[in-house]
């Protein structure tokens, strides 16, 4: 598997997943990070399929009209409750293959209602804005929500074996990617609390 952790512009951070036998790629997240995108996916031949957002807000999603333009067989790709039009509506268990390249979507939100994370091959998490290294996604944005995001993280983030790679998308914590594991014993807001402790807790002024 092809996998680029792409930052070219800001703190927000692109992925670039292909299968290297068929050449079949996904960009998740392109951002402000198109023109790096694009040019790693024609230095290594890749055939863009889907266009996946994590969430709809347009930090994550600046690049994708562009890149729709550059390859536009490519399909985007975003939660049934994302405000944003999109070619495939997915949902909690929808899974997308890039040649034999596995990404399920787990539904996790708190952050936004339509938030989504991706676990690749049953190895690598990209948590978009549900879960940084050391830190979690906002609740204060509109759709923000302090229980669901207890769920999400609680409830399946963590259920995850610890050996996962967790690639958030922004660039705020002391390393751009972790796992599970890590996360479990050192982001304190993971810190075992019950829903109403949690949403106290994220609710504080």
Known sequence: MLFNQ???????????????????????????????????????????????????HSDHTAGDHE???????????????????????????????????TIQVIHTPGHTPDGICLLINKETLLTGDTLFVGECGRIDLPGGNSRQLYQS?????LKLPDTVEVY???????????????ERQNNYVLTPRSEREFADFMNQP
């Open 6 to 56: 792409i930052q070219e512009h800001g703190d927000n951070f692109s992925y670039l997943v292909a299968d290297e036998e068929t050449l079949e790629a996904a960009v998740v997240d392109s951002s402000y990070n198109v023109h790096a995108i694009i040019k790693a996916i024609k230095k290594n031949n890749l055939q863009l399929r889907y266009i996946i957002n994590t969430h709809g």
């Open 67 to 101: 890149l729709k333009q550059a390859f536009s067989t490519a399909k985007t790709v975003a939660h049934r409750q994302s405000p944003r039009s999109a070619d495939v509506k997915v949902d909690d268990g929808s899974q997308l293959e890039i040649g034999a390249v």
């Open 153 to 157: 993280l609680f409830g399946k983030i």
């Open 168 to 182: 958030p998308g922004h660039d705020y914590g002391a390393k751009p990617s972790s796992t599970v594991g890590y």
